[in-house]
């Protein structure tokens, strides 16, 4: 297929470089951690994103650095990616759509008279 | 029961503007392109960092050093939330920098250009992360979720990178002759290298839009370079400068400005590596990966031995 040859902006295709093959990488990275930050009390901690680091703590100056460069945040979690359970797109059916015929747990479903207003 | 296409399920999405999510299906060529986009991008942020980092000691004051060194860490940032979005569609890190460091995968060419003046700093703040910019607003909507993500946040950082090369070059350019000479030369070498930026013109391509029918792109280089170059063209005015386009003219009828032609050979060459700085860049990355090397085996060393204490 030809679909990768197009240059785009920030897309320089590799055919034109001329480069030697990369060496392999066989697992060197440390541990990916999963990042979530408070940005302020009373509100949840968000996940901001990921990053890599050798344990917890590096894991939370990293984030420090990485993740609340302009006072995003005054408290941090980090948790190791691989302890994550996720769900799967292919589990989307069976698992959410039993809600969208359930239109009567919303309270729009409900049409009151005009003298209720505010419930 | 309907046979469903996988690759019309998907383009389906695209055309709906559903993000599509690490985990979803989609077609190999949506990730390899990805992968590849983003990986270069984020090399671009992280060797982007050596150009402005020759000029942190050089700094003509403390608030100037202070900027410039906020701005190379923010530089550092973007790379790293760019490779983890890259991380998400299957490589590894160490892959994506072994890649860069072979030269199998690329950066963005402007940083293959020297830094020679203090002005050049503003030049590419102004010039090159104005450039820049252009391209990452609209990445802010590209489909692949974790990119577009990234992007967001890259904007909203980008943008002070930007106002404060225009601020350090209007302090030139309402200095001595000596400052507004120095302004206006850095403006001369950086305006053609920015242009080269968007990449060659969309009548050099003859693949198919595949980016653009993925909405992994949705403006063409040549519609970035223009709206670049309809804004420089009137922000220029208020530093009292002028771009060296003898060209480069309002077109009342195409409500854009005509520019002259870019030179091609030259962009190529960098491309293929024989920009003034190729070496000296792939060289600064590679020494402090080599260099680095104890570091990263000693930490992940005291970890695996304070988990067994």
Redesign the interface.
């Known amino acids: 297929?030809?679909?990768?040859?197009?240059?785009?902006?920030?897309?320089?295709p590799?055919d034109?470089?001329?480069?030697?093959?990369?060496?392999?990488?066989?697992?060197?990275?440390?541990p990916?951690w999963e990042v979530f930050i408070r940005s302020k009390n009373g509100l949840e901690h968000k996940h901001a994103?990921?990053?890599?680091a050798?344990?917890a703590k590096?894991a939370i100056e990293n984030a420090r650095?990485?993740y609340t460069?302009?006072m995003e945040g005054i408290s941090i979690w980090v948790v190791e990616s691989k302890y994550i359970t996720?769900t799967?797109?292919e589990e989307a059916g069976e698992l959410y759509e039993p809600a969208v015929d359930k239109i009567y747990r919303h309270p729009t479903f409900y049409e009151l008279p005009d003298e209720v207003n505010h419930m | 029961m309907p046979v469903v296409d996988p690759d019309q399920l998907f383009q389906d999405k695209i055309d709906n503007e559903i993000k599509i999510e690490p985990k979803d299906q989609m077609p190999d060529a949506y990730r390899k392109t990805n992968i590849r986009q983003i990986s270069q991008h984020a090399h671009s942020e992280i060797v982007g960092m050596l150009p402005e980092g020759n000029w942190i000691s050089r700094a003509p004051s403390l608030k100037r050093k202070a900027i410039l060194l906020a701005k190379v860490q923010d530089e550092g940032g973007h790379g790293l939330y760019l490779y983890s979005a890259a991380e998400t569609l299957g490589m590894s890190r160490e892959e994506m920098i072994n890649d860069l460091h072979s030269g199998k995968a690329k950066y963005s060419s402007i940083f293959n250009y020297p830094t020679l003046s203090w002005a050049d700093i503003g030049a590419i703040g102004w010039l090159v992360d104005g450039a820049a910019i252009m391209n990452q607003v609209m990445l802010t909507r590209t489909s692949y979720g974790p990119y577009a993500r990234a992007m967001v946040r890259i904007c909203k950082e980008e943008s002070f990178h930007q106002r404060q090369g225009f601020d350090a070059l209007l302090v030139l350019s309402r200095g001595t002759k000596e400052q507004r000479d120095m302004c206006q030369d850095a403006i001369n070498r950086w305006w053609w290298p920015a242009l080269m930026m968007f990449g060659p013109r969309d009548t050099e391509s003859t693949n198919s839009d595949q980016s653009m029918k993925w909405k992994i792109k949705r403006k063409s280089n040549d519609e970035l370079r223009q709206n670049f170059i309809d804004m420089i063209a009137e922000q220029i005015k208020t530093l009292g400068m002028h771009l060296p386009d003898p060209d480069l003219k309002w077109n009342e009828e195409r409500k854009h400005y005509d520019f002259g032609e870019i030179n091609w050979d030259e962009f190529w060459q960098v491309v293929k590596g024989n920009g003034p700085c190729n070496k000296q860049r792939l060289d600064a990355r590679r020494k402090a990966w080599e260099e680095g090397e104890w570091v990263r085996e000693a930490a992940i060393e005291y970890a695996k031995k304070r988990l067994t204490s």
């Open positions: 297929m030809n679909l990768l040859r197009k240059y785009y902006y920030g897309d320089i590799e034109k470089t001329g480069a030697v093959p990369p060496a392999s990488a066989s697992g060197h990275d440390w990916l994103g990921s990053l890599h050798a344990d590096m650095d990485v460069r302009r996720a799967n797109p």
